[in-house]
């Protein structure tokens, strides 16, 4: 009952809140819950296992094996009084016993008498006991050799079986609160006393559990005299090995990562449904990877990501070792750098200390916003960390402010990337288009959200700057957030804390600069705690609005954003992207899904619609769509509606499902992992999707759009929307329509 609450939370509003579906909701909540009902799925696994064997054990046999065992430490210790404590097997359950145990008792009493004729003067004059130890032990080996005797080996070697899987389950169950201390949601140290508390319990309570089936009714302090008085050199090796299992257990799982897609450092592999989950631990990764950002060496990583005005600006972000603690970046237009061997332009750098990463992955991130660019040029800068070292170069172009007749500008969509080889495949084709932008739609290099997992960025950032050598420069990024970046699902009820101790993804890409509530503020770099899910990048005739599914904003809270925005927009070509589909290429499948497609269904598609916008690119169901134009959450007759590609298949691994035609809304789907290169030109834009062996499988022209208002046109409005439309005859003429 409880996993199925958890898998399926009720339906409710934003403000309604559900202890069930918040846990459900958080992404790494999910993947504790999710391995911990594997591990107690383990433990009832082999418990069930150990009980069957334990059914086959022959009846009667382990109450005579355990009355064995511990009823000679009741006649060898003068502490606990046999007769008071010993509940007698009955004659109708085990009469084989009853009589050997007649057998004996007669025996005893005839040795008994022998030695008080004997003994009785001595025994009176040193007041010791008529019966005497070693005659007690004697008689009781006695018993023992023959009831021994009468125990079956198969029996025996059921029960060892029997308890060997019991003590599997039980391990089991600890590794719960292992993965819970990797995870940090419980410290090491608790971790530790809890392992070993669990299982010294257990340890105790089987062996009581065994001194009753002996018969033996006695106290918990005579069970524990008992317990503890057999071997016990074997039951301090066993305590060894519980503090063993305890610590290193914790070592062991200490900085535990959980991600998908990212076989890179030969991570141990969990199959759970059609996703590939890999883990690893700190213990782990000692041997599997090097050091991410080494001191003492140049940048490991150099990238760029873009504010609200790319065409005069941009930020310039450098990943280091932990010794560099101050950076700078000189610049300067390629032109006056080849022609002075120099720059007139500097900006220090906004710095943060990862140090709460792995060991193996500290660093520092350095971010320099670089302002009054000229638009559409060529920018040489310079990195340095000290005047005596000399400094890292690159290259970068500024965006247009406008596109002319010959111009077109070409940026690459896509999203759910990963860091499988089908990624680095598709990623070796983008070099060839000469991209001036990569626009990504969520789940980047999925390490959920974790700062254990912030290697899977050393990977995904590796595979971008490849392509910054190939083309000369560096290409900015344009970043969306997705489930697997924030370790959260959609629409969760409880909300991430803004800080170096969030997720990388907010930590590693400023995409707008800082909001101030004065206007005139000079720009600014975005502190960690302001920084937003919801930004655009305007240029030319040309507006990318980046958009949250979700997370961290509600549905209805970014409405009103879009709406304010798009109403103070000059731009012609309007793209959005956003992680999850409101048009889902495989149909509402979910309670949860359904959900947010109502919700952007109600607050996002009309605003979609007033406004013109041209193409939506939608994420996270990994399969390819190709929507027809809609309007009105229906097909448009017409042809003026937006289209919505996706569903964000760049590297993961593709999904299953039946494809939804219940409407009529997908031009074309199919299960093909690729990426989209977006061109726009004065006129239009056109867009072809690829795959990672470079074939061209699906291209299509869009509609534009230049609003007229009513007030505009005055009484005789002729359209609502001019319709713009690029047709290319069999000749290659191109007419506008």
Not at 250 to 265: D, E, G, Q, V
Not at 666 to 678: G, I, L, S, Y
């Amino acid at each position: 009952f409880f996993f199925l609450m958890i898998r399926r939370p009720p339906r409710s509003t934003q403000s309604r809140s559900s202890a069930a579906s918040d846990v459900y909701k958080r992404q790494q909540e999910y993947f504790v819950l999710a391995m911990s009902f594997l591990c107690l799925l383990g433990t009832f696994a082999f418990w069930l296992l150990s009980q069957l064997f334990k059914a086959c054990i022959q009846k009667g046999s382990l109450q005579q094996y355990f009355y064995n065992r511990y009823n000679k430490y009741l006649h060898n210790s003068s502490s606990i009084q046999r007769d008071d404590h010993l509940i007698f097997m009955t004659e109708n359950q085990y009469p084989n016993q009853i009589v050997q145990r007649e057998q004996v008792i007669t025996t005893a009493n005839n040795q008994i008498t022998q030695v008080q004729r004997v003994n009785i003067g001595r025994n009176n004059q040193l007041n010791q006991p008529l019966f005497a130890q070693e005659e007690r032990v004697s008689v009781m080996q006695s018993f023992e050799s023959r009831s021994s005797s009468q125990i079956p080996k198969s029996a025996l070697i059921l029960y060892y079986i029997y308890l060997t899987l019991k003590w599997i389950s039980i391990l089991f169950f600890c590794l719960v609160f292992l993965i819970m201390s990797g995870l940090k949601y419980i410290s090491g140290v608790a971790s530790g006393f809890i392992v070993f508390g669990i299982l010294l319990f257990f340890y105790v309570y089987l062996n009581i559990r065994n001194i009753r089936s002996a018969g033996l009714k006695l106290g918990f302090k005579q069970n524990m005299k008992i317990l503890f008085a057999q071997r016990y050199k074997m039951k301090i090796f066993v305590l060894t090995l519980f503090v063993i299992y305890a610590v290193f257990g914790t070592i062991f799982f200490h900085s535990t990562c959980m991600c998908f897609y990212t076989n890179h450092y030969g991570s141990v592999a969990w199959y759970l449904g059609s996703k590939h989950l890999f883990v690893s631990t700190k213990f782990t990764r000692q041997f599997q990877m090097k050091e991410s950002c080494p001191i003492k060496s140049k940048p490991c990583h150099i990238y760029a990501t873009l504010p609200e005005d790319p065409t005069t600006s941009v930020f310039i972000n450098v990943q280091t070792g932990v010794d560099r603690s101050t950076l700078a970046v000189q610049y300067d237009t390629e032109e006056y750098y080849n022609t002075y061997k120099g720059t007139r332009f500097s900006e220090m750098a906004l710095s943060y200390d990862f140090e709460n990463f792995d060991s193996l992955g500290e660093r520092i991130h350095h971010t320099a916003l670089l302002k009054g660019l000229q638009p559409n040029t060529a920018y040489v800068l310079l990195i340095k960390f000290a005047d005596k070292e000399d400094p890292v170069v690159k290259r970068y172009l500024t965006f247009p402010s406008s596109i002319d007749d010959d111009d077109q500008f070409t940026f690459i969509s896509g999203g759910d990337i990963g860091n499988y080889e089908i990624a680095d495949k598709i990623a070796s084709q983008i070099s060839k288009y000469k991209p001036r932008a990569i626009v990504v739609g969520g789940d980047l290099s999925y390490d959920n959200g974790l700062h254990s997992c912030v290697f899977t960025w050393d990977e995904y950032f590796r595979r971008f700057e490849k392509i910054n050598d190939e083309v000369g420069y560096i290409v900015p990024w344009v970043f969306q957030i997705g489930n697997h970046d924030i370790g959260l699902n959609s629409l969760p009820r409880r909300k991430i804390e803004k800080n170096i101790n969030s997720p990388p993804y907010l930590s590693f890409f400023p995409q707008h600069l800082q909001i101030h509530d004065e206007p005139h503020k000079p720009q600014e770099i975005p502190t960690i705690e302001s920084r937003s899910s919801f930004f655009y990048q305007e240029f030319a005739d040309v507006i990318i609005i980046s958009m949250d599914s979700g997370y961290l904003l509600s549905y209805e809270e970014q409405g009103k954003m879009l709406r304010n925005l798009l109403q103070n927009t000059k731009a012609k070509h309007k793209f959005v992207v956003y992680h999850n589909p409101t048009y889902n290429v495989c149909g509402p499948k979910t309670d949860l899904v359904s959900e947010q497609v109502i919700q952007g269904v109600f607050y996002w598609v009309p605003i979609f619609d007033e406004f013109g916008v041209t193409t939506v690119f939608e994420n996270h169901v990994h399969l390819f769509k190709r929507s027809k134009p809609l309007k009105g959450n229906a097909v448009s007759k017409n042809g003026d509606g937006t289209v919505y590609l996706g569903d964000g298949a760049w590297g993961a691994q593709l999904d299953e499902c039946d494809f939804d035609k219940s409407q009529g809304f997908f031009e074309k789907t199919e299960k093909r992992n690729h990426a989209w290169k977006v061109t726009i030109t004065k006129t239009g834009s056109s867009y072809t999707a690829f795959d990672g062996n470079g074939e061209e499988f699906d291209n299509f022209t869009s509609v534009s759009y230049t609003h007229l208002r009513a007030h505009e046109t005055g009484r005789n409005l002729v359209c609502r929307l001019l319709l713009e439309k690029k047709k290319t005859t069999s000749g290659g003429e191109q007419v506008i329509e």
